[in-house]
């Protein structure tokens, strides 16, 4: 569906086959773990079984003489990192806490931690000595929960850590890593004025992002002292940098070379592997490759934080909202970083509320360190709020969208951060949804109900640079630094053979590697479609400029009497003079110097995203079992490049909110072991599991993208929890503040057991 | 000590042998031993379906069977499915209907997909959905994926029928 006129483009809008599509349905597409070198070693992590610990005594003596063993390495052989903060697109990191990370100082902060690793002639062997390796450790009493990490008495993961705010750092050590605070208008006068007011508390559990793939890295040093990484990332570039800070080695030493990458949702932006490897690989003198089994994925890398919420919302009796206090408690994990202040920016981004308090806390606990998961922070967010919005709308017997719609940012209004929202798709997200096939088919039978909501995200600019090369026969070269995630490969493409006025088949897009390309920061943040479209457009244009020149010269005429339409040069002095962009290329490019053209830009003019959601449940009165009966999603994209792989996006986003509604949660005992660390019992939604989920591509261009594009990825995650939610209020009559919700925690809230 | 064992096996049409420890897994085999890197390593315990292949006939988690287990056996895995440069009708199916994203379970979607098409030609959307259920996906959905599995069962019975009438 289109709301508004969509210019006559040739080549957007279009269905092509993706250009790496072949080689991944025949198994020959290379990820992280397909990389094999002659000589190459495998390597095993050691791990430690406790959440909080003091390591006492590492001994690796015996894991060492295994016949076998290459080599085994731990924190003592890594440089001391710079206690500096990065920015990686969907979150920071600090460097020291980094290395710390990725091999333990003197503390272990979460069951999985990382030791030591070992090198040796196979995996088994490999695992066999690091059952070998002995570590003593002085047990600390783990902390497991923001709220209890929070009170004063609670057991410190670092002494040194104050609590940052806008009054500066707190005076006593805390597990409190940061406070922010927002506020706008005059909250309590705001619910002074509100006729209803809601108030609820929720929660939810850590869920980590579930990529199919696990990390994998493969290290080899050249005899002149350069290091050559391989790894499946969101970012070839993020991780040359995290390998110079962690490994302190210079930037011009080290070459990332990306696989395929099989997943990330954001956790595949920091390191865990390659700086080890290349630690392992260095004394040895041998490659060396490490790769995570599941449940080191699971216990050892970023998922996303547990949260708790207070939400309290008031609105007068004409349906308007006129306050907003909010307060978010976001797991950061073992080190600082949880994904809070994004989560306090978007909370209520959707709404033009006068009077708004948000306060957030990132805390930290003895479990793994949270990455990024897409669309960072707002999830959760959005099912507290979200829900208390349908609350609201019930009391004031106002249709859920049309309560929202009602109460809808627009053009203007004040967004995150202060400043007014540029022109934004919300309204007609809601009003899509309003019109939907979905929306006006009533839902009947007993224990079923229809749930909506709403949600933002504010997607990602950075830096991309891309170089073009025309090639002797007039097809076109794409080498990009963007890795391709899910068809961005074929959605750059289609933007340059959109700007040159060529067919997609002219145009050859690769990913290169970082000594290859121009840098560019990592996939994520929903940036690459944009950014990295905006830095081909550039590269195109550039190439038109000089294709012009060149056909100037060819003909001999001025190039302002050249125009260059629709792919096509033409003299406007001597109408025989026309060539198509192959044709010319042919001419100019047999003699003169090579075309090559380069595009290096930093994405300025994001376009936020919006998504509106629309979920019928039905529930089992007697398991607690949540089917979905049907789904809709509604999302303002700009501009769908590829609608194919917008619909992916729309209906992948919305089936990972599935999952994490229903079903995924890290279990963890008191002593934070984490319970199941397994495709088993880490419960991910299934084909089975799931109804065919309808899209509907609202397309309000981004006035400042040459093609409108906004960003897709991220915003489809953001309504589900809630939408969902919200529908199992209407078919049970019980509010649900806590997730997932699972058959035990429906059956417990519906039969009243909790 | 000899720790090894030789296993015959025919692997994707041709006859194989290789050494083997009674611990390597099937997966680890094609994929370390015998450089068929097509089937994938999701979670090594049969619960995402990323290593499958056919094995005389039935689908298996390629990291839930033993490699000595390949003795004598007929092995069908990603890196056999095209023949002759042209796609499978399922690979096909897979490329035309955007039904992968990052690509890593695809190997594994594809090669269940045709377990369940070289047995029931014509199944329902729910029995696919059923099929499916061991292979993960974390990026499409499953929506492409169900109707790339429909859309090529429909093709594989005309080409079925069409090659009936010219025999």
């Not at chain 1, 449940?617 to 994209?637: A, S």
Request: hydrophobic residues 40%; glycine residues 10%; contains cysteine.
């Amino acid at each position: 569906m289109t709301t508004e006129h969509k210019a006559p483009y040739r080549v957007i809008g279009t269905r092509p086959l993706r250009p790496d599509g072949a080689d991944k349905v025949t198994g020959k597409a290379q990820f992280g773990a397909d990389i094999r070198l002659s000589g190459m070693l495998y390597g095993r992590i050691k791990r430690s079984p406790h959440a909080h610990a003091r390591i006492k005594r590492v001994d690796v003596s015996r894991a060492a003489a295994l016949p076998g063993v290459h080599a085994v390495v731990t924190a003592a052989d890594l440089p001391g990192a710079e206690d500096r903060v990065a920015e990686l697109g969907e979150g920071s990191v600090n460097m020291r806490e980094l290395s710390g990370n990725v091999l333990a100082h003197d503390k272990v902060l979460y069951r999985g931690h990382a030791i030591a690793a070992v090198a040796a002639v196979d995996a088994h062997v490999a695992g066999q000595a690091v059952d070998l390796i002995e570590v003593e450790y002085e047990l600390l009493p783990p902390v497991l929960d923001a709220r209890d990490a929070m009170r004063p008495e609670a057991p410190l993961l670092d002494k040194n850590r104050r609590t940052r705010s806008m009054a500066g750092p707190a005076d006593g050590p805390s597990n409190v890593a940061a406070h922010y605070q927002f506020i706008s208008g005059d909250p309590e006068e705001g619910f002074a004025e509100a006729d209803v007011v809601v108030e609820r508390e929720f929660a939810t559990r850590m869920v980590h992002q579930g990529y199919i793939e696990p990390h994998a890295a493969t290290a080899s040093w050249s005899s002149d002292g350069q290091l050559t990484v391989w790894t499946c990332t969101q970012g070839a570039f993020a991780v040359r940098d995290q390998c110079v800070a962690i490994l302190d080695i210079p930037v011009s030493k080290i070459r990332v070379i990306p696989t395929e990458i099989g997943g990330g949702f954001g956790g595949k932006t920091i390191v865990y592997l390659e700086p080890v490897a290349a630690l392992l690989a260095k004394r040895t003198g041998r490659p060396v490759k490490l790769q995570m089994d599941r449940s080191e994925v699971f216990e050892a890398t970023g998922p996303t934080s547990g949260v708790n919420a207070r939400v309290r919302m008031g609105a007068t009796r004409e349906g308007r909202i006129v306050a907003a206090d909010v307060e978010l408690i976001y797991e950061a994990g073992a080190y600082p970083g949880s994904p809070v202040m994004a989560a306090c920016m978007t909370a209520l981004a959707p709404y033009e509320i006068a009077n708004t308090k948000v306060d957030g806390y990132d805390v930290v606990v003895n479990k793994p360190k949270v990455a990024a998961y897409r669309a960072p922070g707002a999830p959760a967010a959005a099912f507290a709020v979200e829900q208390v919005v349908d609350e609201l709308a019930e009391k004031l017997d106002i249709d859920p969208l049309r309560f929202r719609l009602a109460n809808t940012s627009r053009e203007g209004t004040r967004g995150p951060g202060g400043r007014p929202f540029p022109r934004i798709g919300h309204e007609e997200c809601l009003e899509a949804a309003l019109s939907s096939p979905h929306y006006n088919t009533p839902l009947e039978g007993p224990s079923r109900g229809r749930g909506v909501a709403t949600g933002f995200w504010f997607n990602g600019g950075m830096r991309s640079s891309v170089t073009v090369i025309v090639n002797a026969d007039g097809s076109v070269s794409l080498v990009e630094g963007s890795t391709d995630i899910g068809g961005s490969r074929a959605a750059l493409a289609m933007q340059l053979a959109e700007t040159l006025g060529v067919g997609i088949d002219d145009v050859r897009p690769s990913v290169a590697d970082t000594d290859a390309v121009g840098y560019n920061d990592v996939t994520g943040g929903s940036r690459v479609t944009f950014a990295t479209g905006i830095a081909v457009h550039e590269a195109g244009m550039e190439v038109r400029r000089q294709m012009t020149e060149r056909a100037a010269a060819h003909w001999h005429v001025p190039a302002s009497d050249i125009t260059y339409e629709d792919g096509r040069l033409t003299c406007t002095s001597d109408a025989q003079k026309s060539a198509t962009f192959r044709e010319m290329a042919l001419q100019v490019l047999r003699t003169g110097e090579p075309l090559v053209a380069t595009g290096s830009i930093v994405g300025r003019g994001v376009g936020a995203a919006f998504s509106t959601q629309i979920a019928d449940v039905e529930v089992d009165p007697e398991t607690g079992k949540v089917q979905i009966l049907r789904y809709t999603v509604v999302q303002d994209v700009g501009t769908a490049i590829h609608p194919a792989y917008v619909e992916g996006q729309m209906q992948g986003g919305a089936v990972q909110g599935i999952g994490w509604a229903l079903n995924e949660e890290y279990c963890y005992d008191d002593q934070g072991r984490m319970a199941n660390a397994s495709f088993l019992d880490y419960r991910m939604p299934t084909a089975l599991d799931v109804p065919m989920i309808d899209t509907i591509i609202v397309e309000v261009p981004n006035p400042r993208h040459p093609f409108g594009v906004r960003g897709v990825g991220e915003v489809p995650i953001v309504p589900p929890l809630a939408a969902i939610a919200n529908a199992v209020y209407r078919a049970t009559g019980v509010r649900q503040t806590q997730l997932p919700m699972s058959p035990r925690r429906i059956l417990e809230t519906t039969l009243g057991l909790s | 000590m000899s720790t090894r064992t030789q296993v015959g096996a025919r692997i994707n049409g041709e006859d194989t042998e290789f050494l083997c420890e009674p611990r390597q897994s099937l997966l680890e085999v094609l994929r370390e031993g015998l450089g068929l890197t097509g089937s994938k390593e999701g979670c090594n315990n049969g619960n995402c379906g990323a290593c499958n292949v056919i094995m005389d006939g039935s689908l298996v988690n390629s990291c839930l069977v033993l490699a000595v287990e390949a003795e004598g056996r007929e092995i069908q895995t990603i890196e056999g499915l095209a023949s002759g440069g042209a796609l499978h009708p399922i690979q096909h199916a897979f490329l035309e209907g955007a039904a992968l994203q990052c690509g890593i379970c695809t190997p594994g979607f594809i090669m269940s997909a045709k377990a369940l098409l070289d047995h029931e030609p014509e199944p329902t959307e729910e029995r696919v959905r059923r099929w499916l259920a061991g292979n993960l996906c974390r990026c499409t959905g499953y929506d492409k994926i169900v109707r790339a599995v429909l859309d090529s069962s429909v093709q594989m019975r005309d080409t079925a029928r069409s090659d009936g009438g010219r025999s």
